[in-house]
């Protein structure tokens, strides 16, 4: 197991130079937020790509921009512009792909008086999770709050309804924020958890850096050695959560130090 960093962290900053932030501080783990549709664009790709390799950066995950927009995208019941939709994420895959991402996570449909029904629910992340697969990347339902995922029955219904078909991503700092104990949400995703979106809150704040708050993460990683987890995990916090860019890279080795026989013993 890895841990890394998100480019959201430092959010506003250009993706581009987030990325070259994280290279030159070794950090060889990264998820890349991509912020426009131009950053999807092939010149873009390559160069992002041509950064990896030379820094020896693993691209373990990707979050699009677009994932505030997934309700609207595909859970309006109007089929022409879910079929377009699905296509724009073919197109968003292979993207990935030639960066060797192996994890795409999925805000899904937010809380509404009137949302669908969770059969369609289900036919959506089952199409997206087999055009993904299709590219090597494995599809992640994350939880979120204000969308149905901040609720830890509705993960625990997803998984019981689509079995192995379905893949999360655990949000800690989401989870917090929805009223959900992380650990009772990572125990609701159980063996389809696949990714990790690492944080820290308090009773005041919802979002810190790792470290800075109250969450036990000696809990945490017992919890995913018992699921024999073999994920990694991103740190993914805001830009108003720090003062200094440079903490962010020191948040990754606090937790690198600390707990590294947990990491270790988790390899």
Do not use: W
């Not at 060889?28 to 010149?43: L, P, R, V």
């Amino acid at each position: 197991m890895e841990i890394g960093i998100s480019t959201s962290c430092f959010y506003p900053e250009l993706t581009e130079l987030s990325f070259e932030r994280l290279g030159k501080s070794g950090i060889k783990t990264i998820e890349i937020f991509f912020n426009t549709h131009s950053e999807f664009d092939s010149a873009y790709i390559s160069k992002l790509k041509e950064a990896a390799d030379g820094y020896g950066v693993s691209v373990y995950s990707a979050h699009p921009y677009f994932a505030g927009y997934e309700h609207y995208l595909f859970f309006s019941k109007y089929e022409r512009r879910i079929q377009e939709a699905l296509d724009y994420y073919d197109y968003t895959f292979e993207r990935c792909a030639r960066l060797g991402v192996k994890i795409f996570s999925f805000h899904g449909d937010k809380v509404k008086p009137l949302f669908i029904e969770m059969e369609a629910y289900c036919e959506i992340l089952s199409k997206l999770t087999r055009r993904a697969s299709q590219y090597g990347i494995t599809f992640c339902q994350e939880n979120v709050f204000g969308h149905r995922s901040g609720d830890v029955s509705f993960i625990r219904g997803l998984r019981d309804y689509m079995r192995d078909g379905i893949n999360f991503t655990l949000d800690i700092k989401q989870a917090n924020r929805s009223g959900a104990e992380p650990l009772d949400m990572l125990r609701a995703m159980g063996s389809r958890l696949r990714h990790i979106h690492i944080n820290d809150y308090t009773h005041e704040q919802d979002c810190l850096l790792p470290g800075r708050g109250d969450f036990d993460y000696n809990k945490l990683f017992d919890a995913v050695k018992a699921l024999d987890y073999n994920g990694n995990m991103i740190i993914e916090v805001y830009s108003n959560n720090y003062d200094d860019p440079g903490d962010v890279i020191a948040s990754h080795s606090f937790l690198c130090g600390r707990y590294a026989d947990y990491i270790r013993n988790l390899c």
